[in-house]
């Protein structure tokens, strides 16, 4: 077979894909053989094992200071003004043009 510039396209080999059942079986036990835990232990949760493990992920978490808090609060306070203030000069802009083109200002 050749593509449209006459050069040789190689044939792609059919591979036999694995049932979707079979790979799961697979995933599952090679998890298993990695050390994971089993299927039906992971249902056994323990809710203070859990907020345990809660408690340490927020401690990795780097919280911003109170500074950058307010700084950050302000930044936005100011673009919410400043977005308002433009659209509220461009909804006036626009409003003038409508009724200078509909002559209904006259």
Known sequence: MTDFRGEHIPKKEKLARPSSLGAARTCLESANAAGSKDVNDMAKLNPF?????????????????????GITTAMVFIFAALAA???LLADQVIRIAVTLVLGIGT
Do not use: C
Not at 57 to 68: D, M
């Open 49 to 69: 094992k859990f907020m345990q493990e809660v408690r340490q992920e927020t401690n990795k978490v780097t919280w911003p200071s109170r500074k950058e808090t």
């Open 85 to 87: 203030v433009f659209f």
